[in-house]
Each structure stands twice: as C-alpha cells, then as structure tokens.
C-alpha cells in the first residue's frame, strides 16, 4: 500500500525528464504557490498540477493527499474565520467568549481561509507530483557532483529505509510472540513496549552498519577523489519545460509587480481580475507552465513527436 | 608465480586472546578455482578478509605472517588498487548495497575508483548486460529479489573488472534456484573469463564439483588441501560431515574414485549394481496419530494490496510431529507459519488451536503458538541470554518454576547464560532467541528458515533439538529450503506452490517421489532404491545389498 506514495518507474514522460529540469520545474512552481496571493491565480497554479498529476498517472494517490491536505485545512478554515477580526462584512455574530471577545464570522476571513487552503493543496500536491515523477537516485546522483558524501549518506538513508520499516515490523512481531503488547496500557506502557523495538531495531542496525562500511571499504570507497557517474542527458524536451517554466516565472514577477497576482482581502475583499490583462497574463502562466503536461499527451499519442523531444 | 601465497599468517581480532587464524600457509594460482569450506567460527571469512585486504585495515587487531598478492606484500599495496584487483563478494545481500537503484550501485565502486565517465558508462553497461540485469537498470534495489540483489552486487565488483573474486557465503541467504543460478555465474566467470575464484561456502552440495581444489578449516588452521575427491576421502575417514552426501557415501565405501556429482555418482551405482534385483528400502513411516494439536480448514489471507498467499489450506498438525514445509520463494510458506502463530488473521476459513476457533479472538493472543523468524536477532536485546528468557516470563506473568534452567540445558546455553546475546556466536544465537520463546512451554512451535546460514554441525544439532521437543508432545513446523535438513529431522513434508499445499505426507512419500525437491542422495538412488534420501538410508541399504562385505573383504567396486 505504502509503495504507491514513493516513486514507481512506469516509462512516463515526466519521468523521463532530466533532474535538474524536473526539479527546477517543481521549485519555479513552488516559488509562485508562495508568492501569488490572489485566489484565481492560485486555482491557475493548481489547475496546472492537476494536468500534470494526471499526466504522472497520480489521480489515485493525489486523491489521499487531498484527504490528508483536507483534514489540515479544514480547522485552519474554522479557526481563521472565528479570529480573524479584519473583515468588515460580517455574515454571522456569536456569542461573548472571555478572553477572545464576540465571535464573528467575516466573508474576508472565509475568503482568505479558502485561499491559503488552496495554497496547501498546491504545496501538497507539489510533494505529491516530485514523489510522482523524480527518481531519488537521479536527485542524488546530481547533488553528488557538489556534495558527493552527502549524497551518498542520502542515498544510504534512502535504501535502508524500506528495509528498516520491513525489520521493524518483524520485530514486532518477533515481541508479541514474546508477549509484548502495543496495543493496550497507558501512554507510559505504550511508550515502554515501543521502546524495546527501538532498542533491537538500533542494536541490529549497528551491527549491520559495520558490514555495510566493510562493503564499501571493499569496493574502495574513502581510497581518494572519486568521480561522478552522471548518467542523465539533456533532451528538447528538458528545455522545453525548462523554457515555460522561466517563461511563466518572468509573467509572475511581472505580475507581482504590477498586483495582478495579489488581492487584498482585508479589510473589504478587492477585484479578483483587475483587467483583461490580468487575465491574459494569468492565461500565459498557466499555458506556459502545461508545457510538461501538454508534451506528456503528445508523447502518449505521437510517436514521431516522441522521438523528435 | 602465485597469484595469493599466505606464509605463516595469524591473526588476532582486536581484544580477543584466541586467534582467528593460526599459522596459515597457502598458494593460490591464476585462474584457481578454491573452494574453501569448515565449520562456523573456523576462519574462512577471517582468511578472506586477509586476501582481500581487509584485514587488518579494516578491523584493526593483530597479524603476523604475510600475505603476497602478486609477489608484493599485500599491506604495502595502494588500497585503490586491490579493490580494482581483488573484488569481494559477502554474504548478505541486503548489506552490502549503498545505493538507490541499480545502475547506480553498479556505477558506486567504479565512482570511487576516479574513472572517467565514459569509461564507467561502458563498464556498467557491460557488467549489466553480461549478468542479464540491464532490464532492471532503472530499479530500486529494494525491490529486487535476493537473488537479483546478490547478482547485482557481484555486476558491482565485476564492473571493477578484478582478476581475482573472493565469495564469502554468496548463497547462505538464497533459495536454492537463485543459489544454482549464481554459482553456475561464478564458474562461467571462471572458465570463461579466467578469473581466480576464492569461493567460501559451508552447503557444498552446489559448489563441490565446480572447484578444482578444496581447502578445509577448523579452529583457525588449514587441516587439509587437496582436490574435491581427495578431501572426500579424507573427511569421510574422520566423520567430518563438510563434504557432499554423494561424495561421502562413496568415499565410506571405500571407492577409489570419489565421484562429486550425482551424474557421476550414478554411472558408478550403474556399474555396480545393475543386476541388483533386491527391492528398495523402506522404512515404515510413523502414522498421524491422536488429536490433532492445530487444524487449518479451508484457510484463505490475501494482502491488502489483494494478493492472495495463502488459497485454500487444509492441514492437520499432530502432536510429536516435525512438519518441513518445502516450495519457492513467494509460495506462500512464511505466510502459512506467521498464520499459524496468529500474527495473521486468515481472510476466510477456519484455524484452530486445540479446539478453540482462532478466528473468533478479536486481538492476537501470544503464548500458544511459539514463532521464530528468519532473524534471531530480532528477539535479542536484554544484557544476558539468563535475562532474554526471564523477559519473556515476565510478560505472561508466569514465574520461573525452573523452566529458564530446564531450556538453557536443554538448548546448551548453560555455559553462555551471563553472556550478552548479541556476542554470541550465530548458532548459540539461533538457540538463545529460541529459548526465549520456548519458555512459556508452547504446544506449537514454528520456525522460518532455522538453518540459514547455519554449517553442518549446527543444523546437526538444531535438528537434534527439535527432534527431542516433538518427542516431548510439542509438534514443530519449520520452513527451509534445505532439503536434506528436512530429509534427514522431519517426519513429515509438506510443499506449497503459488499459494497453495501440492503435495502433504511423511518425508519419504513426498521427497522420495519427487523430481526437484529431494536429496542428492535421492537423485542418485533413483531407479536404484527408490525412497532412500538420506546418507544414513543409502549405507544401510547397502547393507542389506551386501551383508557383511567388510568382513568379507568384498569392498572392491568398479570405479
């Protein structure tokens, strides 16, 4: 079950992109589900992760980020809008509560929750497209050329991880045998038969960090200056990508400057779409960053496209 | 000029008094195959270690004697350089994997070689497409099977392109068809290749006849050197059980020629025997007998992705019985042990336990069945091996009524009470995690794997524990994929294949009929005297063929 949140090699075309394209992508999108705060530019953002997390074939798990996504910003939605005092059309007044004062409940602060919920479902689904389309091997193997320890104590970290959950399972196991039970008891009685797992889990994985040191003693590791396999070849379609993606950010920044991209909520909410350029301008943005998803369809259909990019 | 030669080499472990090796002597020639094989504990890894360099770099300690690579003193030779010509293979596959996916765990020694890029594309490509892993170029090592890991993590010391490979167990933690897989890849490196082959295995049954020398260890020492059949000789003359069956059974008999494999053992049998009309042995088989301690009914569980291990199991286990359940990696047999301890709830059918319907329990419910897994270490954790068996003691709220001193007599762990479990040696390990189950007195105890990695003599012993156990009233169940363990301590076998049981009755019925899954002793009797398995059975149908032949003076066969 678990598999499905990490990264499945399925020959996608977002797959197939080079790592530093892919990951420049991600952070250009990121960056702007930080920078915009106008709702409709927002919904552009996640219009736009929503065509690519279905180019990646993701709909199923993007679908249990979602649910987790929700379960955080449904309380932020509830909290914001019972605190938040800068609104001025009030829609509903509560009762006096000591300390916090009357309740009241403002459109602006609805509008406001609604619109920082959409940014955490992009910021989610941004995790959930790189966990999607990004082979950790090939991000280490690229940040191994300017740090090649750290890469590699990443990757180790990585591998071991799996295999670490897998041997924490059976030692559970091995304790219920043994008559430990997680399932009853106190917090302190949880904690205490938690705890004999984690001793067993750092004693077995200290003694076998020992043999892994002797492998790559054995296959000359710390012997002197290594060099970098890089594997990875930059395509048409890495710049491509690349290409929207600069293209978009550059629109965005000029769209901050000109507050296009921004919106004032408080303390009366203001025009969503100032004028047609805004809409023009958000349009350019969204089209320029469904460059992936757009090659990814025309990947799928057209062979000769295929082989051109 | 010899491609190793050791002279004089002892070598101490850093704090321990005893040596791990003492007084080694030995040559090893270009294009060698040696098989180096002895009990555990006896020096074989240590000796490695010491070839390959590792010792003592790597684990400090004290050593004196030399070791020559080439001619040059193995500790005045770059290290850069001995890893590129000395490649070194260990046991677990799971440690000794760095990287993420395969491409780049193969690239990760050549990384750290310096070489240039285009010179380790095309070395990871050749190692990939030469091991038939280039389809999984693109995988997550944690997804690939043990055998692929442990053919993977050979494509990473062979993209090294080293002259000589040292294999310290490879197979100990493999099934046996990714085994035979790997072993016949070594010796194609070593016929088509030229490389040195420094093999270290103590499951000679695969491996004997692929060497063209043997060396054997006990106590840190070389006893003996020679080619496969002269060993065989000299180890059958000594009881030393690190020899094949085959092998054994001739070299007892005083053949002059000791045949290693079964198709030669065959065409000596052939030569001998053919006008042997005298009908096979048979001993009788023990009956089920009694009521049966668990009953599985039409017992179903599928994973919550969907897959279904287990369809369809009807069994009966009965008390004194020692069950050995055979079949492929992903049959379904660890499934089938871990639903017997209750650690899985089937999805359909009925379990039960001395009459009480499992299913019914809503939380699993600890003490009545006793489970070992693949791992001892998973149970070892107190500051004394005493303290592992008050520990289990203490979460059933039982006193000790002399039961912690009844298993650690029974398990011979007396001696090691007050030690630390994790510095014990494997198979005082095996024993201690065992006790620490066994001390609730379960009526079922049921264990995965108990022989892995384990040489002759333990599995001898384990056997013989066992076996007492059910001579006690406990019923035992094991998984293993060692055929003549299970040939020689169960009473009973039982093959499972693609979720389901294929084929269920005593040893000789099951073992004895089957094409794949018997002895090497039973592939060379069959035709002659079917149903023997064992080299206990073969001698003593020997016996019958020729009462009293060593009186006589009849030992004289055609070789």
């Not at chain 2, 497409?129 to 690939?144: M, N, P, V, Y």
């Not at chain 2, 479990?421 to 794997?449: F, H, K, M, N």
């Not at chain 2, 040489?455 to 066992?466: N, Q, S, T, V």
């Amino acid at each position: 079950m678990y598999e499905n949140f990490f990264y499945q090699d399925k020959g996608l075309f977002l797959q197939s992109l080079h790592p530093a394209a892919i990951l420049a992508y991600l952070c250009i999108l990121l960056v702007l589900a930080l920078l915009f705060s106008n709702p409709v530019y927002l919904v552009g953002l996640l219009l736009v992760l929503v065509l690519n997390i279905s180019a990646a074939q993701g709909g199923e798990v993007w679908g249990i980020y979602l649910k987790i996504g929700l379960g955080f910003a449904l309380p932020i939605i509830i909290i914001n809008a019972l605190l938040a005092r800068g609104g001025e059309t009030i829609i509903w007044a509560g009762p006096n509560i000591p300390v916090l004062g009357r309740l009241t409940i403002s459109l602006e602060a609805i509008c406001y929750s609604a619109a920082m919920s959409v940014r955490l479902f992009i910021v989610i689904s941004i995790f959930c497209l790189y966990n999607l389309v990004v082979h950790p091997d090939r991000v280490l193997a690229l940040l191994s050329r300017f740090a090649s320890k750290t890469a590699l104590i990443l990757s180790l970290a990585t591998r071991l991880f799996p295999s670490m959950v897998r041997q924490m399972a059976n030692i559970q196991e091995a304790m219920m045998i043994r008559g430990v039970d997680f399932q009853t008891g106190n917090l302190k009685q949880k904690l205490k038969s938690h705890a004999v797992l984690i001793n067993i889990l750092l004693l077995s994985s200290l003694e076998d960090s020992l043999e892994i040191a002797e492998a790559m003693h054995a296959r000359a590791f710390g012997s002197g200056p290594r060099s970098s396999y890089q594997r990875h070849v930059w395509r048409p379609r890495d710049s491509f990508c690349l290409g929207g993606a600069i293209l978009a950010f550059g629109l965005a920044v000029c769209a901050q400057i000109t507050g296009y991209s921004t919106f004032e909520f408080y303390p009366r909410l203001g025009c969503l779409l100032k004028n047609t350029m805004a809409v023009f301008n958000l349009v350019f943005i969204v089209v320029f960053l469904s460059v992936p998803a757009v090659l990814s369809w025309g990947w799928r259909r057209c062979p000769y496209f295929n082989a051109k990019i | 000029m010899p491609v190793f030669q050791c002279e004089d080499l002892t070598y101490f472990y850093s704090e321990r008094e005893k040596p791990a090796l003492k007084s080694i002597n030995l040559h090893v020639e270009e294009g060698d195959f040696l098989l180096i094989t002895g009990g555990s504990g006896s020096g074989k890894s240590s000796l490695a270690r010491a070839l390959a360099g590792l010792i003592p770099y790597f684990y400090g300690g004290r050593l004196r004697g030399r070791v020559y690579f080439d001619g040059r003193d193995v500790s005045q030779i770059d290290r850069r350089l001995m890893a590129r010509e000395v490649g070194m293979v260990f046991q677990d596959p799971e440690k000794q994997l760095v990287m993420t996916s395969v491409e780049a765990e193969v690239a990760f020694g050549l990384e750290n070689l310096g070489l240039p890029r285009e010179e380790m594309v095309r070395r990871v490509a050749e190692a990939l497409s030469f091991l038939d892993l280039a389809g999984l170029r693109e995988e997550f090592t944690a997804h690939l099977s043990g055998g692929q890991k442990q053919k993977l993590a050979l494509a990473a010391v062979l993209a090294m392109q080293p002259r000589v490979l040292i294999l310290d167990e490879p197979t100990s933690q493999l099934d046996p068809v990714a085994s035979e897989e790997f072993l016949n890849l070594v010796k194609r490196l070593n016929e088509e290749m030229g490389l040195t082959i420094i093999l270290i295995e103590q499951r000679l049954e695969r491996c004997f006849h692929l060497a063209d020398r043997v060396v054997f260890m006990e106590d840190g020492q070389i006893r003996y050197d020679g080619t496969p059949g002269q060993l065989a000789s000299w180890a059958a003359a000594r009881d030393i059980p690190f020899i094949p069956p085959v092998a054994s059974f001739f070299a007892r008999n005083n053949f002059a020629t000791i045949p290693v494999t079964v198709k030669e053992g065959r065409r000596l049998l052939r030569q001998n025997f053919r006008y042997c009309k005298t009908p096979p042995v048979r001993p009788v088989e023990k009956k089920d007998t009694g009521k049966p301690v668990l009953v599985m009914d039409n017992v179903w569980f599928a994973y919550p992705g969907g897959r279904e291990a287990l369809q369809d199991i009807n069994l009966r286990i009965f008390p004194g019985e020692l069950a050995a359940v055979l079949g492929n990696n992903g049959a379904g047999k660890s499934t089938l042990l871990k639903t017997m301890a209750g650690l899985l709830k089937p999805t359909r059918g009925r379990l039960m336990l001395d009459g009480r319907d499992l299913n019914s329990e809503k939380r699993f419910v600890p003490g009545r069945v006793a489970y070992l897994s693949q791992n001892p270490n998973d149970y070892l954790f107190q500051e004394t091996v005493e303290e592992e068996l008050h520990f289990t003691l203490k979460n059933f709220g039982l006193t000790d009524d002399g039961v912690v001193n009844e298993y650690l007599e029974k398990l011979e762990l007396i001696a090691c009470r007050k030690a630390n479990p994790r510095d014990l040696s494997s198979g005082e390990r095996q024993r201690a995690a065992l006790a620490s189950i066994l001390v609730t007195r379960p009526r079922v105890l049921v264990l995965d794997e108990p022989t892995r990695g384990m040489d002759g003599r333990l599995k001898d012993e384990l056997g013989k524990i066992l076996s007492g156990l059910c001579r006690e009233g406990a019923s035992v169940v094991l998984v293993t994929h060692d055929v003549e363990f299970a040939a020689v301590h169960a009473t009973r076998v039982l093959m499972m294949f693609a979720g389901r049981l294929v084929a269920d009755g005593p040893k000789k019925e099951v073992l004895g009929s089957s094409y794949f899954y018997t002895t090497q002793i039973g592939k060379m009797c069959r035709g002659f005297a079917d149903g023997v398995l064992t080299l206990a059975d073969a001698l003593a149908s020997l016996e019958l063929l020729w009462p009293n032949r060593k009186q006589k003076g009849e030992a004289r066969f055609i070789t």
